[in-house]
């Protein structure tokens, strides 16, 4: 067990809809978005804050002890339930023991059922003969990026029947229900200042006020302590023991830390299946769908999830291009990425090589895409995307607009524009024409133009490595020669390498040697004009310095794969990597050990976590590394 853990430390229950519970190993909500129960009214979006956290205190013998904690503006801790924990673990779910001064221990957990928008809290009297168990939940009912005020408006009136009250906190919020097999007393009351540290840290609206309908309460001396928090209609069906026995059995089925932790990006959209880019304020975005799928899918071999995803994308291409977002409020999908119609490709690619029987209309339905995207992008589309019949590279771009995965935006300053020509969308493009090239001859000759052009015009022969941008800024010649991560996936992360030889050993060696950490590939090298070790400050200052040398976990997977394909694949190279790039990873990123991978890290050391605690993309590059290093 972990002995006094690090309470500002993360976890996570995610439900498979788009909804979750999450919050700290020392109870406190630092965030807006900690809460019990945040559900996906119109599954993956539509998220609402319907419950935000508990008042949990226990009488015993010697007195009344507080099993909760909470932070009030300006900057107090109130009560003292973290005083009180023993140790904490993260899994099979998050789990607490508390031990208070007279002896009596108690153990917490927090469960979430997958496909249900419900919560299952319990608490066990592990030592101890008298202990009268309070429980007082605080509610919002509010979109999950806002927050909440005293209003006259809440409304308190609680539907009572036995085991089961019912909440209508607002007309058109839904309903909750709470079930228990303890009793309620209705005590409407208002807890106001509720102080969200990590929001101050980023400069936003930091201070909450929460209603509070009433306390539930349990003798744990006798047994009970349970309460199921649901939004209305997916209260559980089985009882509470039934399902803590339930989830454990599947939770002990699961083989490690990190397959599981797969598990909650992959969700329901509609009647498919798509991938949630990172919690808690994500939704499911393309760019980041195909990246995270070849690991959370493909390399777990879930295929038919991968296939679902696929074929719900397949549908949304419209000239040449899918969607970068879906917007969580239900408006149109934006399209405004280049590389995401490209990642779509090379993801439909290794689905076919992980599983290459598929029935005919699936097939061509999957590669009529990938001719609508090429076709499109030949001609040319939104953005300024198009081939460049000059040199069969692709150009993007027009001020204003961030188009690769780069794409820092505050206000009308776009961070790192990269118009014209960047390195690793010639990459994908060049991986897109092959792979279509195998099915259809057309795209042989572009490929072959690409290539040559390729190879010929990005060799930064100072550095003996790759631009970032040519033809930067669309004027011809032009070159960006900032030292970026982006030309690794010359040489990996892709299924083709463009460079081979000294060339391509010139690209690993120089990203490993300027932007490699423990935690991944820096965005930009230290000592590059415009390099910020330290992501943090407001949102200006976060946006600024997000591909300006922050680390991102996600690109370990393309450099190593690189540096594996340098070494030709030796059993002495994939040994030498598991020690060097993976396992510090984890070390340096997983306090937990829970599997779990954050978006960002610092550039300077210690390499911090920062940025969304979760992230697909980086959980999914590491479980294909792991795949590659078997």
């Known amino acids: 067990m972990m002995a006094k853990p690090d309470f500002d430390a993360e976890w996570i229950e995610a439900d498979g809809l788009g909804g979750f519970a999450s919050g700290t190993a020392g109870l406190i909500r630092n965030r807006r978005y900690h809460a019990l129960l945040l559900a996906a009214t119109q599954p993956p979006t539509g998220r609402m804050v319907l419950v935000n956290g508990i008042e949990v205190w226990i009488e015993t013998a010697s007195g009344r002890f507080a099993l909760s904690a909470q932070r009030y503006a300006p900057d107090v801790v109130f009560p003292n339930g973290q005083d009180y924990i023993e140790d904490f673990q993260a899994s099979p779910w998050p789990r607490w023991h508390l031990a208070l001064p007279d002896g009596t221990r108690v153990e917490h957990g927090v469960v979430v059922v997958p496909g249900h928008a419900s919560v299952l809290l319990y608490w066990r009297l592990l030592a101890g003969s008298v202990a009268r168990l309070s429980v007082r939940p605080l509610l919002s009912g509010r979109d999950y990026h806002s927050l909440h005020h005293e209003n006259g408006a809440f409304n308190f009136n609680c539907e009572i029947q036995p085991g089961r009250v019912v909440v209508r906190p607002y007309p058109g919020v839904p309903a909750v229900c709470f079930s228990s097999d303890g009793g309620f007393v209705q005590q409407p009351d208002w807890y106001r200042n509720f102080l969200y540290q990590q929001e101050r840290e980023r400069g936003l609206d930091d201070v909450e006020d929460l209603a509070s309908p009433g306390v539930f309460s349990w003798d744990l001396a006798r047994g009970g302590g349970f309460l199921a928090i649901s ?303 330290h992501y943090g400050g407001n949102q200006h200052d976060r946006d600024a310095a997000y591909h300006q040398g922050t680390v991102w976990p996600w690109l370990i997977g393309p450099f190593v794969e690189a540096w594996l394909r340098v070494r030709q694949w030796s059993p002495e190279a994939k040994a030498q990597a598991r020690e060097r790039f993976l396992l510090p990873l984890y070390r340096t990123l997983d306090p937990l050990a829970t599997g779990q991978l954050p978006e960002i890290a610092d550039g300077d050391a210690p390499h911090t976590a920062r940025g969304c605690p979760f992230q697909a993309w980086s959980v999914g590059e590491a479980l294909r590394l792991r795949a590659l290093l078997k």
């Open 231 to 533: 939004m209305i209609g997916h209260e559980p069906a089985a009882g509470f023991a039934q399902i803590l026995e339930q989830e454990a059995r599947r939770r002990r089925n699961q083989p490690d830390h990190l397959v599981a932790a797969a598990d909650i990006y992959i969700v329901r959209r509609d009647a498919g299946k798509t991938i949630i880019a990172g919690y808690p304020w994500f939704t499911d975005w393309g760019r980041d769908t195909f990246i995270s799928m070849r690991g959370l899918c493909l390399a777990r071999g879930r295929l038919d999830e991968a296939r679902e995803i696929l074929m719900q994308w397949a549908g949304t291409v419209a000239d040449g291009m899918l969607p970068n977002r879906f917007p969580d409020a239900g408006e149109s999908p934006e399209y405004n990425s280049v590389d995401a119609s490209l990642w779509y490709i090379i993801a439909v690619h290794d689905f076919l090589a992980a599983m290459p029987k598929l029935p005919d209309n699936q097939l061509v339905r999957l590669r009529g895409a990938i001719h609508s995207i090429l076709e499109g992008y030949t001609r040319g589309t939104r953005y300024g995307i198009a081939a460049d019949p000059a040199d069969g590279l692709l150009m993007c771009g027009q001020p204003g607009v961030q188009l690769t995965w780069m794409d820092a935006k505050v206000g009308d300053w776009v961070v790192t524009p990269r118009i014209g020509k960047p390195v690793e969308v010639q990459a994908l493009w060049l991986n897109a024409l092959r792979i279509a090239s195998a099915f259809d001859s057309r795209w042989e000759a572009p490929f072959e133009q690409g290539l040559a052009s390729f190879i010929g015009r990005f060799h930064d022969p100072e550095r003996g490595c790759l631009y970032d941008v040519i033809d930067n800024d669309r004027e011809p010649g032009a070159i960006d020669r900032a030292l970026r991560p982006n030309q690794i996936f010359a040489v990996g992360g892709l299924p083709y390498a463009l460079l081979a030889g000294p060339a391509a050993r010139a690209v690993v060696d120089t990203v490993e040697a300027r932007l490699l950490t423990p935690a991944g590939l820096r965005t930009l090298a230290p000592g590059e004009p415009g390099y910020i070790g």
